[in-house]
């Protein structure tokens, strides 16, 4: 990837290619047609929800836990008839996942998913707003970092592998789905609203419901005032962070003495991540990075932060890009405001 000039941030950059992929994962299968979408991914590593019907392909999370749910629950359930066969399809939906991941990587959360997409533009929205900004503690980062791990462990690995061995009911065996507020926002930018209503079938299938929309508009309040709500706490920025040492896509960052009294990294970085602050060499690389490369824009330093594939540096942190970046936005995001003022007409030449 070429080097961005200073008029052509790495930040409007990503936002393209957001916006680019938010319609290729929104409404994709309305452009390429339904069969031909399933084709291109159905183990994408990003929130395309499924249950959108032009997407134009979907998430990995959907064909885990149905595997999980259909092939692996029951075929253990079965006594003894759990095969290799049966493991074929789980083995190749994360064959494919890492196809993709070994290119691009986390980039996946800070540059194609649509639910990451979506949170950032409330953000700039809120902006708009005067919205307050409302950062994370380094300690509130910290703590939340577990609940991730405790969604992908639970909701899509162990609630639908237990109703496949029929220990649960069928409703968990896409549990993640069921509550994932990506869901609810794709099907709403398609106009269909749908996915907002709740079901009284059951209790549970109620409480799943009622969970859902008090999620959602949970994300949606508070993407107005803090950056990437959901992000902090996706199975899938777990699922990404568990291959993160296996891409040769990857975050580096080399010891200067300046980052001890500087921390602009660590403001511009979306996740309130302390470690890009602090650490250096692959501890700066951390679990919650969705390798957005705002940290990189926003290092006053050359050669402190790049993003690398491999030996070669995609992108690097340079003193002339951060002076030109920092007069259009701080880094929380503020967008600043250029006013122009027309000269007195005595200064005006002829």
């Known amino acids: 990837m070429a080097e961005p000039s200073p008029r052509f941030t790495l930040g409007r950059l990503r936002l393209l290619v957001q916006l680019a992929m938010l319609f290729v994962t929104v409404y994709g299968g309305s452009l390429v047609g339904y069969y031909a ?20 392909a979907y998430c990995v999370l959907i064909p885990t836990q149905h595997q999980l749910h259909h092939r692996i629950g029951e075929a253990i359930a079965q006594a003894g008839h759990f095969a290799l066969s049966m493991a074929l ?23 194609v998913c649509p639910l990451g997409t979506v949170q950032e533009l409330l953000y700039r929205f809120g902006r708009l707003l005067k919205r307050p900004f409302r950062g994370l503690s380094e300690q509130a980062a910290l703590r939340l970092r577990p609940v991730k791990w405790a969604m992908l462990l639970v909701l899509v690995m162990a609630l639908p592998l237990l109703a496949g061995l029929g220990v ?19 099907t709403l930018l398609t106009a269909d609203a749908s996915q907002l209503a709740i079901d009284e079938r059951g209790w549970l299938e109620f409480g799943f419901g009622a969970l859902a929309n008090t999620l959602f508009g949970f994300v949606v309040i508070a993407a107005l005032a803090v950056r990437q709500p959901f ?120």
Request: overall charge positive.
């Open 37 to 56: 979408a399933e084709k291109l991914s159905n183990a994408l590593p990003a929130l395309s929800c499924a249950y959108d019907k032009q997407d134009g």
């Open 89 to 111: 399809p789980l083995a190749f939906t994360f064959l494919s996942f890492y196809l993709f991941f070994i290119f691009l990587n986390k980039a996946f959360c800070g540059w």
């Open 168 to 186: 649960t009911p069928h409703v968990t065996g896409d549990a993640f789905c069921q509550v994932c507020p990506s869901r609810i926002a794709t």
């Open 231 to 350: 992000c902090r706490i996706c199975p899938l920025l777990a699922l990404n962070a568990a291959f993160q040492r296996l891409s040769p896509m990857r975050l580096v960052k080399r010891q200067h003495a300046k980052c001890d009294k500087c921390g602009i990294c660590r403001q511009a970085c979306p996740m309130d991540i302390p470690e890009i602050h602090r650490a250096h060499g692959a501890k700066a690389f951390s679990e919650d990075c969705t390798l957005c490369g705002r940290c990189a824009e926003f290092c006053p330093d050359d050669d402190v932060i790049q993003i690398k594939l491999g030996p070669l540096a995609l992108f690097r942190s340079r003193r002339d890009y951060y002076k030109t970046r920092l007069k259009r936005e701080s880094p929380q995001g503020e967008l600043k405001v250029v006013r122009w003022f027309a000269k007195p007409a005595g200064d005006r030449r002829a």
